[in-house]
């Protein structure tokens, strides 16, 4: 069976030719090898803390903000944590939204914010 013909790393001005995306030197920056959930920390220590938090806020507060009642069932991290423990866990950094604000919330703000390592 005939192999695929390689192509250039994704990386801007690598010249190197691959059979994925990106090189071996660049690999690290394949977004489609993102950790599981389970290894970014939304283990079942993290699923009876958001629990917790949305019993005790149960209203999307971004659908507040526009007078409209509705039921929060993700706890959004405000400041994105990007692998950060102490921010993971800081609840002063969490919010209750609803899946609708908060998928909006991560596609705008979230996904344009520098990463911090």
Known sequence: MPMKPLKPCKHSGCPELTSGSYCDKHSSLDINK???AEERGYDSRW????????????????CLKENKLVKATVVDHITPH???????WD????????????????????RYQEYRY
């Open 34 to 36: 993102r950790k599981s």
């Open 47 to 62: 699923r009876t803390a958001s629990k917790r938090y949305l019993e005790s806020h149960p209203l999307c507060i971004y």
């Open 82 to 88: 990007r692998g950060n423990k102490a921010l993971f």
């Open 91 to 110: 609840e002063r950094n969490w919010q209750s939204l609803c899946k609708r604000c908060h998928d909006r919330k991560t596609m705008t703000e979230d």
